[in-house]
């Protein structure tokens, strides 16, 4: 039968076989568990920086995290003074002592909340959303215009139209305030609900959106207003280019090319 040999290096990481033989996990996880369990207890754990150490991306990265959660084998608790979420601190153990033996998820004292989405949640006017448990109406120009939001405008609003948001979702929006201002991350908030973009995707786009960002260095609500503009008038120009025959065909602003219908030339 094969084998394989081992050449022992300098730099390497102990390790309970525990996790890597658990076959209720993924290889994913496992990879994930293994890398996290050969960081030092000062390094940067967060979503966002653990996914710039490979090629998966916040998204799947975030699916290994939660699935290691939910697993045992991770606990996240976010710190919370005086109603102000600030970071998050992870604690990783080489067996699943994290998970509850009665209920089968994680731990009732993990205080990042793992309340499922409300897929069939109603959405709310986009032009009158909520932004505070008093279910204050602001309309959608003072709402991008004022620049005094804070996180918890940014959870009210997630958690008005989508639900309580989950772990992860918790997580990010917290980095994400952090990094853009609540300001930004509202603005995406908001035009991921004129989109239609449900409860289960949701954590998902403002990623992407995110890195899209990134990549064309907007920081500010009058850049991101600015770029959908210019992408809007894109579509109109395209639209009248095909004498407005037929509806010009949708692109996501944050990808950059897209796969025509089968007998539409471009």
């Known amino acids: 039968m094969p084998k394989i040999r081992k050449q022992y290096q300098k730099g390497f990481t102990t390790l309970d076989n525990t996790p890597l033989n658990d076959e209720s996990l993924s290889w994913k996880a496992k990879g994930l568990f293994a890398y996290l369990w050969s960081k030092p207890d000062d390094w940067d754990y967060r979503v966002t920086e653990v996914a710039r150490h490979a090629t998966d991306g916040i998204g799947s990265t975030s699916t290994g995290v939660n699935e290691l959660e939910q697993a045992g084998y991770l606990k996240r608790k976010q710190k919370n003074k005086n109603g102000v979420f600030g970071d998050s601190v992870w604690t990783l153990s080489e067996q699943p002592i994290f998970k509850n033996p009665l209920t089968g998820n994680p731990s009732s004292d993990n205080a990042l909340t793992e309340e499922p989405y409300t897929e069939n949640r109603k959405l709310l006017n986009t032009d009158l959303l909520n932004t505070n448990s008093t279910n204050k109406r602001t309309s959608k120009n003072n709402m991008l215009n004022d620049a005094r939001h804070t ?77 959908e503009k210019q992408h ?35």
């Not at 948001?165 to 918790?170: K, Q, S, T």
Request: aromatic share 12%; glycine share 6%.
């Open 151 to 227: 996180f918890r405008d940014v959870h009210n609003l997630w958690e008005s139209n989508w639900g309580f948001p989950n772990g992860i979702a918790e997580q990010d929006l917290t980095e994400w305030t952090k990094k853009y201002g609540a300001d930004l991350v509202m603005h995406v908030i908001t035009y991921a609900l004129r989109r239609n973009i449900n409860s289960k995707g949701a954590d998902r786009y403002l990623a992407r959106t995110f890195e899209q960002y990134d990549k064309q260095s907007i920081k500010t609500v009058e850049q991101a207003e600015r770029s």
């Open 232 to 266: 809007e008038q894109q579509m109109s120009r395209e639209y009248q280019s095909m004498g407005g025959r037929r509806r010009p065909v949708h692109v996501d602003p944050v990808k950059k090319d897209y796969t025509p219908p089968k007998g539409f030339d471009r």
